[in-house]
């Protein structure tokens, strides 16, 4: 087994493939209208895929239910996380790309990794985790 992806509901599907494209690099993979369902569903990631089947690593599905414009984000939900090269550096490209950080980049509170949050147009929390130096 291995993580395909994880779904999040999304209140603008059009915004929510600009940040994960336009600020966060990512790749749209897929978009698909379904009509009888009245939901679109957009998939994510920094991979390819290949006639149609994912390759790497796992996606994220934006789903937008038509004439849904907001979600609640509950207390259960924590984060999406993403290994970076540079913390610091990732957390000025999403600065400079119109996105929100949350928590700048630095070290864990009880440890030494690296790491950064920032915040999806919905609201989504996603960590920035630092590569370490080998």
Partial sequence: MRILHTMLRVGDLDRSIGFYTQVL????????????????LAFVGFDERVDG????????????????????????????????????????????????VTREAGPMKHGTTVIAFVEDPDGYKIEFIQKKSS
């Fill in 25 to 40: 690099g990512m790749k749209l993979l897929s978009r698909k209208d379904y009509p009888d369902g009245k939901f679109t």
């Fill in 53 to 100: 089947t994912q390759v790497g690593d796992a996606e994220i599905e934006l789903t937008h239910n038509w004439g849904v414009d907001h979600y609640e984000l509950g207390n259960a939900y924590g984060h999406i996380a993403l290994q970076v090269d540079d913390a610091y550096q990732a957390c000025a490209l999403v600065k400079q790309r119109g996105g929100k």
